[in-house]
C-alpha cells in the first residue's frame, strides 16, 4: 500500500481517544523558548534602532550646534616663506578683508611672544601652564560666537589697560575661578576681568589669555601683526570668499597665507560619526542574525514536537499548502512580536541616553520601518524550512508519533 493510500485511510482508524491525545500532547506549546527566541529578535532590532537613533541625535545636536555658531566663519592665519621661515600678515589685512562685500564681520588676534602667564610672581619660569597671550580686538566674541562665562569681556576702555580675560582652560590652568583676581602676565600685573566659555570655533581661544591691542603694544612691546583673522561671510557667499582670503589679506604674497574653515573639523567629526554608526548597524545585524537562527530553532522543534497536529489536520482534510502556511506564519508572527518589542525598546533606550546627555531625541522613521520589515525577512527565511519539513510529514507517521 502507497503513502497516498494509507493517508486516505487515516480518518476512518480515528477514535476519540486519539483525537484527546492530539489535542494533549500534539497541541502543546513552549512559552519559554518562543519567549527566548522573541527576545533574540527583540535585542537585534533594539541594538540596531538605538544606535542609529543615539547616532541620529549625536548629529541632530551637532546640526543645532552649526546652525547657532554659522558654519560661515573662515579663519586667516600666516604661512610660510619659501625658505620655511614663519611669514606675517600685512598690519592692514584685516581692513583689506572687511572690505570684501559679502564679508559681515572681520576681527583678529596676535600672539604677543615672549608674554607668559603666571598665578603669582613667585611661580617658577619653567611652568608656565602652555597659556598662550593674544591681544585681541574688542569685536572677537560676536565674529567666532564666543559667550563670557563670568564677568566682562574687554571693551574700548579697559582695552588700554592692564586686563585680561581667560579662556577656559586657562582659567582652570591658573587656578582662578572667578573675575577681580591678578595674574602675573609678561612681568606685569594684570586683572582677570572675565573668563570664557568653551569656544567651539575657535577652540585655540580656551587656552589663551586675551589682552587688548593698545595695551599689548605699549605694555608688552607687541608687533601688531595679526596671526589670526576671523572672518563672517554671508552664507552663500562662503566659497567665494575663501578663494580670495589669502590675495586679499596679503595681495604680494598670497601663497603664504593660510585659509580655514573651523566648521569643517565639525562636519569632519558627523561623518566619523556615521562611519561608527555603519559598524554598530553591522553588530546589531549580527544580534538580528542571531535572533533569527533562534526562530528557526524554534520552529524546527515545534515541527518535531507538534507532528500529531500535523498529522490530524493532515488527516481532516489540511493540505500540505496548509501546513506550509500556517508554519509561515507562526514564524512571520513570532518574529513580528520580537521586532516591534525591539523597536519600542530601541526607542525607549535612545530617548532615555538622549535625555540624560541633553540632546534632542531622534529615531528617524526609515529605521523603524527598516527594522520591522527586516525582522519580516529574517523571519520568513528562518520559518522556510520548518514550514516545508512540516509539509512534508505523512498522516500516518506524524500520527503514530508520541
Given at each position: 500500500?502507497?503513502?497516498?493510500?494509507r493517508?486516505?485511510l487515516?480518518p476512518?482508524?480515528?477514535?476519540?481517544?486519539?483525537?484527546a491525545r492530539?489535542?494533549?500532547?500534539?497541541l502543546?506549546?513552549r512559552?519559554l523558548?518562543?519567549?527566548?527566541?522573541?527576545?533574540?529578535?527583540?535585542?537585534g532590532?533594539?541594538a540596531?534602532?538605538s544606535?542609529v537613533?543615539?547616532?541620529?541625535?549625536?548629529q541632530?545636536r551637532?546640526n543645532?550646534?552649526?546652525?547657532?555658531?554659522g558654519?560661515n566663519?573662515l579663519?586667516?592665519?600666516?604661512g610660510?616663506?619659501i625658505f620655511?621661515?614663519?611669514?606675517?600678515?600685512?598690519?592692514?589685512?584685516?581692513?583689506?578683508?572687511?572690505?570684501?562685500?559679502?564679508v559681515?564681520?572681520?576681527?583678529?588676534t596676535g600672539?604677543?611672544?615672549?608674554?607668559?602667564?603666571?598665578?603669582?610672581?613667585?611661580?617658577s619660569k619653567?611652568?608656565?601652564g602652555?597659556?598662550t597671550?593674544l591681544?585681541?580686538?574688542?569685536?572677537?566674541l560676536?565674529t567666532v560666537?564666543?559667550?563670557?562665562?563670568q564677568g566682562?569681556?574687554l571693551n574700548?576702555?579697559t582695552?588700554?589697560?592692564p586686563a585680561?580675560?581667560?579662556?577656559?582652560?586657562?582659567?582652570a590652568?591658573?587656578?582662578?575661578?572667578?573675575p577681580d583676581t591678578q595674574?602675573?602676565l609678561?612681568?606685569?600685573w594684570?586683572?582677570?576681568?572675565?573668563i570664557?566659555n568653551?569656544?567651539?570655533?575657535a577652540?585655540?581661544l580656551d587656552s589663551a589669555?586675551l589682552?587688548g591691542?593698545?595695551?599689548?603694544?605699549?605694555?608688552?612691546?607687541?608687533?601688531?601683526?595679526?596671526?589670526?583673522?576671523?572672518t563672517?561671510?554671508r552664507?552663500?557667499?562662503v566659497?567665494?570668499?575663501?578663494?580670495?582670503?589669502a590675495?586679499?589679506?596679503?595681495?604680494e604674497?598670497p601663497?603664504?597665507?593660510?585659509?580655514?574653515?573651523?566648521?569643517d573639523?565639525?562636519?569632519?567629526?558627523?561623518a566619523?560619526?556615521?562611519?561608527?554608526?555603519?559598524?554598530?548597524i553591522?553588530?546589531?545585524?549580527?544580534?538580528l542574525?542571531?535572533?533569527?537562527?533562534g526562530v528557526?530553532?524554534t520552529?524546527?522543534?515545534?515541527v518535531?514536537?507538534?507532528r500529531?497536529?500535523?498529522?490530524?489536520?493532515r488527516?481532516?482534510g489540511?493540505t500540505?499548502g496548509?501546513?506550509?502556511?500556517?508554519?509561515?506564519?507562526?514564524s512571520?508572527?513570532?518574529?513580528l512580536?520580537?521586532?516591534?518589542?525591539?523597536?519600542?525598546?530601541?526607542?525607549?533606550?535612545?530617548a532615555v541616553f538622549a535625555?540624560?546627555?541633553g540632546?534632542?531625541?531622534?529615531?528617524?522613521?526609515?529605521a523603524s520601518i527598516g527594522?520591522l520589515?527586516t525582522?519580516l525577512l529574517?523571519?520568513?527565511v528562518?520559518?522556510?524550512?520548518?514550514?516545508?519539513?512540516a509539509?512534508?510529514?505523512?498522516?500516518?507517521?506524524a500520527?503514530?508519533?508520541?
Amino acid at each position: 500500500m502507497t503513502a497516498r493510500t494509507r493517508d486516505r485511510l487515516v480518518p476512518a482508524r480515528l477514535g476519540p481517544a486519539d483525537v484527546a491525545r492530539v489535542g494533549s500532547a500534539g497541541l502543546r506549546t513552549r512559552p519559554l523558548r518562543v519567549v527566548l527566541s522573541a527576545l533574540g529578535i527583540a535585542i537585534g532590532i533594539a541594538a540596531m534602532i538605538s544606535v542609529v537613533g543615539i547616532a541620529s541625535s549625536s548629529q541632530e545636536r551637532l546640526n543645532r550646534e552649526l546652525a547657532a555658531l554659522g558654519t560661515n566663519l573662515l579663519r586667516v592665519e600666516p604661512g610660510h616663506t619659501i625658505f620655511g621661515d614663519n611669514a606675517h600678515l600685512p598690519d592692514e589685512s584685516v581692513a583689506m578683508v572687511d572690505r570684501i562685500t559679502p564679508v559681515t564681520s572681520v576681527t583678529a588676534t596676535g600672539s604677543v611672544s615672549g608674554a607668559l602667564v603666571y598665578r603669582t610672581d613667585k611661580v617658577s619660569k619653567l611652568e608656565s601652564g602652555s597659556i598662550t597671550v593674544l591681544a585681541a580686538r574688542t569685536d572677537l566674541l560676536s565674529t567666532v560666537g564666543a559667550t563670557v562665562a563670568q564677568g566682562t569681556w574687554l571693551n574700548a576702555a579697559t582695552a588700554k589697560y592692564p586686563a585680561v580675560v581667560l579662556g577656559r582652560d586657562a582659567a582652570a590652568r591658573l587656578g582662578v575661578t572667578k573675575p577681580d583676581t591678578q595674574v602675573w602676565l609678561g612681568n606685569h600685573w594684570f586683572t582677570v576681568v572675565g573668563i570664557l566659555n568653551p569656544v567651539p570655533l575657535a577652540p585655540e581661544l580656551d587656552s589663551a589669555a586675551l589682552i587688548g591691542w593698545p595695551i599689548a603694544e605699549s605694555l608688552l612691546s607687541f608687533d601688531g601683526y595679526p596671526t589670526t583673522i576671523y572672518t563672517r561671510t554671508r552664507d552663500d557667499s562662503v566659497a567665494a570668499v575663501e578663494n580670495v582670503l589669502a590675495a586679499t589679506a596679503n595681495p604680494e604674497h598670497p601663497d603664504q597665507v593660510d585659509v580655514s574653515r573651523p566648521s569643517d573639523a565639525l562636519t569632519a567629526k558627523n561623518a566619523i560619526d556615521s562611519t561608527l554608526r555603519a559598524l554598530l548597524i553591522g553588530l546589531g545585524g549580527v544580534a538580528l542574525l542571531v535572533g533569527g537562527i533562534g526562530v528557526a530553532n524554534t520552529m524546527v522543534i515545534s515541527v518535531l514536537e507538534r507532528r500529531s497536529e500535523i498529522g490530524l489536520r493532515r488527516s481532516l482534510g489540511a493540505t500540505r499548502g496548509h501546513i506550509r502556511l500556517q508554519f509561515l506564519t507562526e514564524s512571520l508572527l513570532l518574529s513580528l512580536l520580537g521586532g516591534a518589542s525591539g523597536v519600542l525598546l530601541g526607542i525607549a533606550v535612545t530617548a532615555v541616553f538622549a535625555g540624560y546627555e541633553g540632546w534632542p531625541a531622534v529615531v528617524p522613521a526609515w529605521a523603524s520601518i527598516g527594522g520591522l520589515t527586516t525582522t519580516l525577512l529574517v523571519g520568513g527565511v528562518a520559518g522556510l524550512y520548518p514550514a516545508w519539513r512540516a509539509a512534508r510529514l505523512s498522516p500516518t507517521v506524524a500520527l503514530a508519533a508520541n
